[in-house]
């Protein structure tokens, strides 16, 4: 499935096909009152977690056998100026695999949608369903 990464980002740069699935969103956005320029921010910050992920998914799938990720590797001293990170090293690997695509990108749009109506009518509202 490796040639999905490689689809997605051709579609995202070239021809009209790669603009439905973006109309459907910024349009989605706008209904639930973004400016445009919220809308189409929003497509992109969303997309680029999307793309992203895909990515990364990608690179572990094509990674050496015995390659171990940054976590098992890092030397423990070398976190001394980032204390919230080495507190959480030993549960990186727990974290990382609970990482969800959907719901982030879920608090994500609804973060968005809340600050649009507090910029337009100065009170948040609940998210929608973008």
């Known amino acids: 499935m490796d040639w999905v990464v490689d689809i997605l980002r051709a579609g995202t740069h070239i021809g009209l096909p790669a603009l ?3 109309d459907r969103f910024i349009a989605a ?5 973004a400016s445009p320029q919220q809308a189409l921010d929003t497509w992109r910050s969303c997309w680029y977690l999307v793309a992203s992920e895909l990515q990364w998914q990608r690179r572990l799938a094509l990674r050496a056998a015995d390659e171990v990720s940054w976590y098992a590797r890092i030397d423990q001293g070398a976190l001394e ?4 990170v080495a507190g959480l090293i030993d549960d990186w690997p727990s974290l990382s695999a609970g990482f969800d695509l959907h719901a982030a990108v879920a608090a994500q749009v609804d973060g968005a949608i809340k600050s649009w109506n507090v910029s337009t009518n100065g009170t948040a509202n609940s998210a929608s369903t973008l």
């Open 20 to 22: 439905v699935l973006a």
């Open 81 to 84: 100026h980032v204390p919230t």
């Open 29 to 33: 956005a706008l209904e639930a009152g």
